[in-house]
């Protein structure tokens, strides 16, 4: 069992740059291949970023490759998403996840067993 729990959120202009972390307690990260998905009022969760377990890559989705960057403390068990250049298109909340997807499925939100609370970014000027 994993328990992930997100913070960092909050309120920023277009252009502006946020940090989001993910702490786990209960196990241990290691294991799980980890991810970021955001969730817009009336949309369908969305693959935002994630770090597979298997080979070590890191994954991002086409609308934040080059603005967002996951990075993994292992030895806090902490996963970052520092986001760049933020827009109001990525205003919604965001949540962390961890799972065993394999390589195809890795941004299908299904795939994942523990998901956190979330964190709520809002771009706006």
């Known amino acids: 069992q994993v328990q992930l729990t997100e913070a960092g959120g909050g309120s920023v202009q277009p252009g502006d740059s946020l940090t989001l972390s993910c702490a786990a307690s209960?196990?241990?990260?290691?294991?799980?291949?980890v991810a970021w998905f955001r969730q817009a009022p009336g949309k369908d969760r969305e693959f935002v970023a994630a770090?597979?377990?298997?080979?070590?890559?890191?994954y991002y989705a086409d609308s934040v490759k080059g603005r967002f960057t996951l990075s993994r403390d292992n030895t806090m068990d902490t996963v970052n998403l520092q986001m760049n250049r933020l827009q109001p298109e990525d205003t919604a909340h965001y949540y962390c996840a961890a799972g065993r997807p394999i390589l195809s499925s890795l941004r299908d939100a299904a795939m994942y067993y523990y998901w956190g609370q979330g964190t709520q970014v809002t771009v706006s000027s």
């Open positions: 209960g196990n241990s990260l290691n294991s799980y291949t």
């Open positions: 770090f597979h377990r298997s080979n070590r890559h890191t």
